[in-house]
């Protein structure tokens, strides 16, 4: 009985420290990146992006349910994965005319490659998971992007990029107030 005992103390003692390791693990797979930059850069262009929008009723991200329902734990990956997004789609689609419009995506578009940097990291350290419901979230931002031409589909994904920034401001939140306190 003595033994037992011992075999589930044992057992105990590995999954706390397992569980505190993983906590410790998620703790540090964050953004740090000053937030306020990229908003201040987005306050700049997003009326000339939104009067562009000329499917008003329509949205791609701010069907927000399908972020606000996105677990803790699978911030990192949906991060990831929206970040890609736009990198990968956004900003490539979106065709700009005015250079000052340009400058201020294209420093947005160089933030959103640190932050993907920074993600790969978790990921290459297995801290970035990705459940069935963060892959179905970003399916459904994909889907929602592809049922609009493209240039319209680019305005809209950056007119919405606000709701992206509050997003990850809220899920990655050690990071962005400590860099505030630093300014």
Known sequence: DMQAQCVSLCLLG???????AHARGLRRCVISMDMRRIEESFRGIKNAIQAKDTFQNVT????????????????????????????????K???????????????????????????????????CHCSQEATNATRIIHDN?????????????LGELDVFLAWIDKNHQGTSA????ET
């Open 14 to 20: 590995a999954m706390v420290f397992l569980c505190s």
């Open 60 to 91: 791609i991200l701010s069907t927000s349910e399908t972020l606000h329902s996105i677990k803790p734990l699978d911030a990192c990956c949906v991060t990831k994965n929206l970040l890609a997004f736009y990198v990968d789609r956004v900003f």
């Open 93 to 127: 689609d979106h065709q700009e005319l005015s250079p000052q419009i340009l400058r201020k995506i294209s420093s947005i578009a160089n933030s959103f490659l640190y932050m993907q940097k920074t993600l790969q990291q978790c990921q290459e350290q297995r801290l």
């Open 145 to 157: 992007y592809d049922q609009l031409e493209v240039r319209s589909a680019a305005i809209k994904s």
């Open 178 to 181: 400590a860099s505030r306190q």
